[in-house]
T-cell receptor, first 115, second 113 residues
């Protein structure tokens, strides 16, 4: 069990470019979450997968954002036509239903800077 | 709708003195409550959780928190601060559906020698 892995750790991109982040959850966890954390704020929920199904999306997730979890394993979060307001830390977490609330593990995050 | 309010954006203590980080929650039902710690450029680490069992919850690194329904509070305490405790602390609540966490805005703990 190597924990939740996120890549890349840091991404600097020019406004208008597309970016994609990857999250590898703990292998036996069937639930996967994406959160966004801006400077000086707590993390905010973006979206949630149970296996490969995306079951909930926040209003924060505009149509420029898309998340996938093919085959219920790793997940990707893509941001199209990035804006400076997208600069934030993007956190992924996973949990297993058999462990209830105890099984929520966060990755170290991907820090996005849009210049 | 559930919400979490952390009453202090910064708390400064001296090493060896007690720590108190305050958190109030708002929920129409008894929520599950959590405290997380975040060191610079790191992910969130769970310190402790309350899930309707004992109201006094003990966590890692000597931290504990008490759930007080009458005050809608879940304050985090530690008897004696260490330099390594300096970090950002987040209080969070969780709904009973798909386990979405709602976080407060965080409290930065500063520990001086």
């Amino acid at each position: 069990d190597t924990g939740v892995s996120q890549n890349p750790r840091h991404k600097i991109t020019k406004r208008g470019q597309n970016v994609t982040f990857r999250c590898d959850p703990i292998s036996e966890h069937n639930r996967l979450y994406w959160y966004r954390q801006t400077l000086g704020q707590g993390p905010e929920f973006l979206t949630y997968f149970q296996n490969e199904a995306q079951l909930e999306k926040s209003r924060l997730l505009s149509d420029r954002f898309s998340a996938e979890r093919p085959k219920g394993s790793f997940s990707t979060l893509e941001i199209q036509r990035t804006e400076q307001g997208d600069s934030a830390m993007y956190l992924c977490a996973s949990s297993g239903t058999d462990r209830g609330f105890a099984g929520y593990t966060f990755g170290s995050g991907t820090r996005l800077t849009v210049v | 709708a559930q919400s979490v309010t952390q009453l202090d954006s910064h708390v400064s203590v001296s090493e060896g003195t007690p720590v108190l980080l305050r958190c109030n929650y708002s929920s129409s039902y008894s929520p599950s409550l959590f405290w997380y710690v975040q060191h610079p450029n790191k992910g969130l680490q769970l310190l402790l959780k309350y899930t309707s069992a004992a109201t006094l919850v003990k966590g890692i690194n000597g931290f504990e928190a008490e759930f007080k329904k009458s005050e809608t509070s879940f304050h985090l305490t530690k008897p004696s601060a260490h330099m390594s405790d300096a970090a950002e602390y987040f209080c969070a609540s969780m709904n009973t559906g798909f386990q979405k966490l709602v976080f407060g805005t965080g409290t930065r703990l500063l520990v001086s020698p």
